[in-house]
């Protein structure tokens, strides 16, 4: 069974470092894309970018690169993001997924999903 | 890149149909058959629903469709269930491995 598993919610203060992760099991974590998507409060999904773990090869949207890091250590099958100076603004809940590339441009399995609150 | 369009809000009564629109452009919606869709429930995460513009994942029932025209795709809910009222995303490949969201819509079943 595919699995994806997201660290627990996390309070920052503005200008406040953090790092997300995603745990990938039930599959070969190497040869599937993982993809993260932002969902701010009361809001539509929005795609974020996608990395290849096999060999570290990322994607992002234009609306977050320069934004946040995406990265994975394909030795312990976890994805995370990331960013170095948080905002208000990044309140949000952040899902990964798999995706299939550009043969598969979709994300089937999901994480449950990470709350982020950046509050002062 | 902005956000497909999608209807905010669309109902129907049980056991009827509703169809669920989402508009592009030819960079994206009309330029591959790559649309996907997603359903999410208040607190879940997203059920991927449809995916290359028709094709059901197994375990996603069959009362759920899915078509293209042009730069415009579609989600129909036939025989709507209680179980059906959510959010709906449609989701379409705009090329080189970059993806672009709808807005989302909100399903109510009266």
């Known amino acids: 069974e595919v699995l994806l598993v997201q660290s627990g919610a996390e309070v920052k203060k503005p200008g406040e470092s953090l790092k997300i992760s995603c745990k990938g099991s039930g599959y070969r974590f190497t040869t599937y894309w993982i993809g993260w998507v932002r969902q701010m409060p009361g809001k539509g999904l929005e795609w974020m970018g996608i990395i290849y773990p096999g060999d570290s090869d990322t994607i992002y949207s234009p609306s977050f690169q320069g934004q946040v890091t995406i990265s994975a250590d394909k030795s312990i099958s976890t994805a995370y993001l990331q960013w170095n100076s948080l905002r208000a603004s990044d309140t949000a809940m952040y899902y990964c997924?798999?995706?299939?590339?550009?043969?598969?441009?979709?994300?089937?399995?999901w994480g449950q999903g990470t709350l982020v609150t950046v509050s002062s | 890149q902005s956000a497909l369009t999608q209807p905010r809000s669309v109902s129907g009564s049980p056991g009827h149909s509703v169809t669920i629109s989402c508009t592009g452009t030819s960079s994206d919606v009309g330029g591959y058959n790559y649309v996907s869709w997603y359903q999410l429930h208040p607190g879940k995460a997203p059920k991927l629903m449809i995916y290359d513009v028709s094709k059901r994942p197994s375990g996603v029932p069959d009362h759920f469709s899915g078509s293209k025209s042009g730069n415009t795709a579609s989600l129909t809910i036939s025989g709507l269930q209680a179980e059906d009222e959510a959010d709906y995303y449609c989701c379409s490949y705009a090329g080189r491995n970059t993806l672009i969201f709808g807005g989302g819509t909100k399903l109510t079943v009266l």
């Open positions: 997924a798999t995706y299939g590339g550009s043969y598969r441009p979709f994300f089937d399995y």
